[in-house]
């Protein structure tokens, strides 16, 4: 019976095999990409963050800021995301095993990996930002 149920599963197995190792790739391009944009965008602001350095900001204040640009990308990626996954659920139901397509939970806990990644993602370009020396970054062109 059990080589029954393996046979009658297998293409589905094989299907969610599948979506997960593209889940995976996917979340990695996101990674890269989030870390991208907020790279270029303190290799931007490097004089801003030179300048607030040299006003008095305390490094502490500097990561925060990039941390939170940051985490707003990836809440509007999350809102656009979900509101997808959302849509989009109904067609993906019939190789679901278990959970419900809209399944609030499952979602969650989709927008807790996203968000986490995006900020893990952010912590480099950030902390590079809140080592900037005042005097190198304001000397710059």
């Known amino acids: 019976m ?4 393996d046979l009658s599963t297998a293409q589905r197995r094989v299907a969610l095999t599948v979506f997960a190792f593209f889940s995976a790739i996917a979340l990695l391009l996101a990674m890269g990409g989030v870390y991208g944009v907020m ?3 303190v ?3 490097m004089r801003e963050f030179g300048l607030r350095a040299a006003l008095g900001a305390n490094p502490s204040g500097i990561l925060r800021l990039v941390l939170r640009d940051g985490l707003s990308l ?3 990626g999350l809102a656009i995301g979900g509101a997808g996954a959302v849509l989009l659920g109904r067609y993906l139901g019939s190789l679901l095993y278990a959970v ?7 979602l969650g806990l989709a927008g807790v990996v996203v968000v986490s990644t995006s900020l893990l993602a952010c912590v480099v370009p950030a902390r ?4 900037v020396d005042p005097m190198t970054a304001l000397r710059s062109d």
Do not use: F, K, N
């Open 128 to 131: 590079r930002a809140a080592r």
């Open 74 to 76: 990836a809440l509007v």
């Open 39 to 41: 790279s270029g965008a």
């Open 2 to 5: 059990d080589e029954i149920v």
């Open 100 to 106: 419900e397509p809209r399944d609030p939970v499952t």
């Open 43 to 45: 290799t931007e602001r």
